[in-house]
C-alpha cells in the first residue's frame, strides 16, 4: 500500500519487531548514571539520591517577621505609653532584653529581645522623644516567627528520587547544603553521518542538502535533560566513522547518530557500530523510523556506553529520538516518569497508516467545550520537516488499523516538557 508519505514499502510483517518491544529491550539494558555530588546550581533538575535530614531547626532563633518594637504584650495596652531603649537589626549578635514599660525598635528578620512576647509593627506605633505609644492592643505571640517554624530539625526536607526543582535547590540551601548527590545529567554526543551533508552556512553544491539531525538531535537531548554536543558531520566512510564514533565516546554516556541505519550500499553506520560492540539493527513496525540500531559499544572503553543509530530521514530521526531515545534519557537521569503527557483527541480528519505498523502522525490540537480535536500537519512524508515545526503531539495509530476515519479518538502524546 502506499503510505501518507508516498512511498512504497515491502516489509514482511515477520521481520518487524513492534514499538512496545523494542522500547522495553531498550528501557531494560540503560540504568541509570552513577550518582555524584554536584553544587546546587549544577543539580538542579537532577534526581536526587539520597534522603536530606535538616540537622537543625530552621528557622535556628525566634524572629521578628515585621518592622515595629519587640514589647511584653501585657505591659503594651491600650494608652501605655513605652520607653524605647534600644534597637535590633537583622544579623545582630549582641544580646538585647526588654523590661516591663520597655520597648525595642526591631527589623524584620531580627532576634526577639529576651523578655518580648510580641512586635508591635511600626504602622500601628507612634515613636516621639524615647517613647511609643501603640495604636492597636498586641497579643502574646504577634508578628514573632518562632525558631523551626520552616523545619523542625531531624525532619527528612527532602527524598530520594525527588526531582530536584527551584524551591529544592532553595531548601537545600537552607538546611547547609552546598552540594547535592544526584543522578548527573548524560553527556551526548550527536553524530550526522552522510556524504551529501553540509553544515548549515555552507554554499550547497548539486545534490547537497544541510545537516538538519545533528542540530535537531542535539537541540532535543538539551531538552531531554542532557548535555549534549554535536559532532561535526562524518562521511559515509568506514575509516571515518570509526574515528569519529571512538572519539566522540570517550566524552559520552550516550552516542546518537543518524543515517546509514538502512539498507543502502553506503549504509556503513550500523556495521560499524556492530563492530564496535553489541549493537544490533533492527525493523521496528512504526511509520516514521523503521530501521532502528541500538547496543552498547564496548570498544575502546573501559565501560559500555549506549548507542542509537537513528535513521537519516529527519522526520524518522525526529520520532525516533521521542519513541526511543528520550525515556532512555530519562531513564540515565534516575527518572521514572519516562512518558509524555498522553491525552485522547477526536480527529478532525482521516489518518491513514500502513499495515503492520504503529503510526506517529504529527498533529495540531484544538480545544473544543468538551474534547480536544487533532489534525495532521499537513504532507506526512519523513523527509518533511515541517510536519514536526507545526507539531504539537504525535498521534499514535496502532499497527492493527490502516485507517481511523474523522471522528474516531487517538492517543496523542504531548511535545511539551515536564
Ligand atoms: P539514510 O538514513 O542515511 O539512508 O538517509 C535517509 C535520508 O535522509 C536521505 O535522503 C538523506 O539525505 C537524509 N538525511 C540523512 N542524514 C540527514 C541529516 N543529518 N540531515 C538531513 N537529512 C538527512
Ligand atoms: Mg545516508
Not at 514499502?9 to 523494542?22: A, F, Q, T
Not at 532563633?61 to 537589626?89: I, K, N
Not at 553506503?266 to 523510523?289: E, H, I, N
Request: hydrophobic share 40%.
Amino acid at each position: 500500500m502506499t503510505d501518507p508519505g508516498g512511498h512504497q514499502h515491502h516489509v514482511d510483517p515477520g521481520e518487524l519487531v513492534s514499538v512496545e518491544d523494542h522500547r522495553r529491550a531498550v528501557l531494560s539494558a540503560i540504568t541509570p548514571l552513577e550518582p555524584i555530588e554536584l553544587n546546587l546550581f549544577e543539580a538542579h533538575g537532577c534526581v536526587l539520591v539520597a534522603d536530606v535530614i535538616a540537622d537543625a531547626d530552621i528557622p535556628s532563633f525566634t524572629r521578628s517577621a515585621m518592622d515595629g518594637y519587640a514589647v511584653l504584650a501585657e505591659t503594651a495596652g491600650p494608652g501605655a505609653t513605652l520607653r524605647v531603649t534600644g534597637e535590633v537589626a537583622a544579623g545582630t549578635r549582641d544580646p538585647v532584653r526588654v523590661r516591663p514599660g520597655e520597648a525595642v525598635r526591631i527589623m524584620t528578620g531580627a532576634p526577639i529581645p529576651a523578655g518580648a512576647d510580641a512586635v508591635v509593627p511600626v504602622e500601628v506605633a507612634d515613636e516621639r522623644d524615647g517613647k511609643m505609644q501603640v495604636r492597636a492592643t498586641p497579643m502574646v505571640g504577634d508578628h514573632i516567627r518562632p525558631a523551626g517554624e520552616d523545619v523542625r530539625a531531624g525532619t527528612t526536607v527532602l527524598r530520594s528520587g525527588r526531582r530536584l526543582g527551584a524551591a529544592d535547590i532553595g531548601m537545600l540551601a537552607s538546611v547547609g547544603r552546598g552540594r547535592a548527590l544526584v543522578h548527573p545529567r548524560p553527556r551526548v554526543a550527536v553524530i550526522s553521518t552522510g556524504d551529501e551533508l553540509t553544515e548549515p552556512e555552507a554554499t550547497l553544491a548539486p545534490g547537497q542538502i544541510r545537516d538538519t539531525n545533528s542540530y535537531t538531535l542535539t537541540a532535543m537531548a538539551q531538552e531531554a535533560g542532557a548535555t549534549a554536543f554535536r559532532h561535526t558531520i562524518v562521511r559515509d566512510d568506514r575509516r571515518a566513522l570509526i574515528e569519529a564514533f571512538e572519539g566522540a565516546l570517550s566524552h559520552a554516556d550516550m552516542l546518537v547518530t543518524s543515517g546509514g541505519v538502512s539498507a543502502g550500499r553506503y549504509d556503513l553506520v550500523k556495521q560499524v557500530l556492530a563492530q564496535l560492540g553489541d549493537v544490533r539493527s533492527t525493523k521496528v513496525g512504526m511509520q516514521p523510523g523503521m530501521p532502528q540500531a541500538f547496543g552498547f559499544v564496548t570498544r575502546p572503553l573501559s565501560h559500555p556506553v549506549p548507542c542509537f543509530g537513528l535513521p537519516g530521514n529527519p522526520v524518522s530521526a525526529f520520532v525516533s529520538f521521542e519513541v526511543f531515545v528520550r525515556p532512555a534519557l530519562r531513564r540515565l537521569q534516575g527518572r521514572t516518569d519516562l512518558n509524555r503527557p498522553r491525552i485522547n483527541a477526536v480527529l478532525d480528519e482521516p489518518l491513514r497508516s500502513p499495515q503492520h505498523r504503529v503510526s506517529f502522525i504529527r498533529v495540531t490540537l484544538r480545544r473544543d467545550d468538551d474534547a480536544w480535536h487533532a489534525r495532521a500537519t499537513g504532507p506526512q512524508g519523513s523527509g518533511i520537516l515541517t510536519s514536526a515545526v507545526e507539531a504539537d503531539g504525535l498521534a499514535e495509530v496502532p499497527s492493527d488499523r490502516t485507517e481511523v476515519p474523522a471522528g474516531e479518538a487517538v492517543v496523542v502524546h504531548l511535545l511539551v516538557s515536564q
